[in-house]
């Protein structure tokens, strides 16, 4: 029998408390009814808290992964997370190069929740190089946004969102969506820059408390959601509210942040025994 349900490969690194990385991307992408290949890049020491260390797998390994599995299945999205070496950026950028009909959504790991650096200035480099070109959507947090485009002259603070996205568009991204919890407004507001030049901002209720993971969960679900079949504006609105929803429901298993709950449709969505998934 054909498989109807759509294949969406992921690259990341292991989580253990099952809050982010490729824990998170399997969990949404799941939820979301799609087939997850995941293609691990490294493995980390964390919990709820924070990052206390990241081995990152060779390249070797992570091309023998991907190319393995994508002889084999057919492959609707690509999404990329956190890496961990240049090598291993160079590595993707090179699989994904050879499948350009497969949509990229990159999020641009640069930091854990607490503020642990996970990347260096020649990973940096190497994103903004070799995997920004070929990235259908980036969905930096506006702190990332600014980190990825600063110049040694500048002030971070002076830095606006618009200009970000104009510099990220100039490294090469076809569509930037900044999502704006660091920001001090009222609502969360995140800004989708479109490749077309329009600016569409969404606004979303603040939730309070902190989340671990929600940056995976956007990102994983917008590949979801293309791979789908849904068009890309279609995608980054179903795919902001699918995240919206998992930290609104979210809990808290460990003594540090809340973890999104990715499946709180079936809880929510119960009739006569039956769960219904929207």
Request: glycine share 8%; aromatic share 8%; hydrophobic share 40%.
């Amino acid at each position: 029998m054909h498989n109807r349900i759509p294949n969406v490969m992921t690259f990341s690194a292991t989580d253990p408390s099952g809050g982010a990385g490729m824990q998170a991307d399997i969990l949404t992408l799941a939820s979301l009814g799609c087939h997850p290949l995941a293609v691990a890049s490294g493995i980390s020491v964390q919990d709820t808290i924070g990052v206390d260390s990241l081995m990152a797998l060779g390249s070797d390994w992570i091309n023998d992964q991907a190319r393995s599995i994508l002889e084999d299945i057919e492959v609707s999205a690509f999404k990329c997370g956190l890496l961990g070496s240049a090598e291993n950026i160079a590595v993707v950028a090179e699989i994904v190069a050879d499948y350009p009909d497969i949509p990229l959504i990159l999020d641009p790991i640069l930091a854990s929740g607490r503020g642990d650096d996970l990347v260096d200035a020649a990973m940096m480099r190497a994103m903004s190089e070799l995997l920004f070109p070929h990235t259908l959507v980036i969905t930096p947090n506006s702190f990332e946004a600014r980190r990825l485009v600063i110049q040694d002259d500048e002030d971070f603070i002076d830095i606006t969102l618009d200009e970000s996205a104009l510099r990220l568009k100039n490294m090469g991204c076809r569509n930037v969506l900044i999502t704006g919890t660091h920001e001090q407004s009222e609502s969360v507001i995140n800004s989708f820059y479109t490749s077309l030049g329009q600016k569409i901002p969404y606004y979303w209720e603040r939730l309070p408390g902190s989340y671990h993971g929600s940056g995976c969960t956007l990102a994983s679900a917008i590949a979801g959601c293309i791979a789908r079949g849904l068009d890309l504006d279609e995608a980054i609105d179903e795919a902001q509210n699918f995240t919206w929803q998992t930290l609104k429901n979210a809990f808290k298993p460990g003594m540090g942040q809340f973890i999104p709950d990715r499946f709180f449709w079936i809880n929510e969505d119960e009739d006569d025994g039956k769960y219904t998934h929207h």
